[in-house]
C-alpha cells in the first residue's frame, strides 16, 4: 500500500483508488488489461462486427428479394430467364464449335493431302491448325463456364425461393397480428 499524490510507476498497471482528504473513495483505476484480454477484445469487437455487416447484408437482401419479386412465380421466370439466357450462349457456342471443327478437318485433309504427295505442309497451315485448336479449347471452356453459371442460378434461386416464402410468411404473420404495416424484418427477426 502506497499513500501519496502519485502512484509509482511500477504499480500503475495494477489499479488503484484516489482518495479524497476524508481518505474516502472517490475513484477507482482498474488494473491495464493483458496482451490476452486486450486481443479476446478485440476479436470479440471484430465478431461482434461482422454479425453485423452481415444482418445488415441480409437485411438490405431481403429489401432486395421483396421489391423486386411480387411472387414465386415472378422469381421462377427471372430464373428461368436467366437459365435460357445462358442456354442461347451455349448453344451458340456450340454452333461455333461445329464450325471449327469442321474447318479443322478441312485443314487436316489438305495437311494429309500434301503429305502424301511429298510436300512439306505450309508453316501458315501449321498455324492455322493450331489456332483452330485453341479457339476450340476457349469455345470448350466458355461452354463449362456458362453450364457452371447456370448451376449458380439454380442454387441461387433455389436459396432466393424459400428465403422468399419465409419472408413472405413472416409479413403475412405480421399482418396477422394486427400491424398495420409490415416494413421491412429486422435481422434479428431472420430465421
Do not use: C
Amino acid at each position: 500500500m502506497h499513500y501519496g499524490d502519485q502512484v509509482p510507476p511500477r504499480y500503475v498497471n495494477r489499479g488503484y483508488q484516489v482518495l479524497n482528504e476524508q481518505g474516502v473513495v472517490i475513484r477507482v483505476v482498474p488494473p491495464a488489461k493483458s496482451p490476452e484480454e486486450l486481443a479476446r477484445e478485440r476479436r470479440e469487437a471484430a465478431e461482434r462486427a461482422e454479425r453485423e455487416r452481415r444482418a445488415r447484408a441480409q437485411a438490405a437482401y431481403d429489401r432486395f428479394l421483396l421489391e423486386s419479386y411480387t411472387s414465386e412465380e415472378d422469381l421462377l421466370r427471372t430464373r428461368d430467364r436467366r437459365l435460357a439466357s445462358l442456354q442461347g450462349a451455349i448453344d451458340a457456342a456450340r454452333h461455333r464449335l461445329r464450325e471449327l471443327r469442321q474447318r479443322l478437318e478441312d485443314l487436316t485433309r489438305q495437311a494429309a493431302d500434301l503429305e502424301r504427295q511429298g510436300e512439306a505442309v505450309p508453316a501458315v497451315l501449321r498455324a492455322e491448325v493450331a489456332d483452330l485448336r485453341r479457339q476450340m479449347e476457349r469455345e470448350r471452356r466458355f461452354i463449362r463456364l456458362q453450364r457452371r453459371r447456370q448451376e449458380e442460378v439454380r442454387r441461387q434461386a433455389e436459396t432466393d425461393l424459400a428465403r422468399y416464402r419465409w419472408l413472405q410468411a413472416r409479413l403475412r404473420a405480421r399482418q396477422g397480428a394486427g400491424q398495420a404495416s409490415p416494413g421491412v424484418l429486422r435481422p434479428d427477426e431472420a430465421p
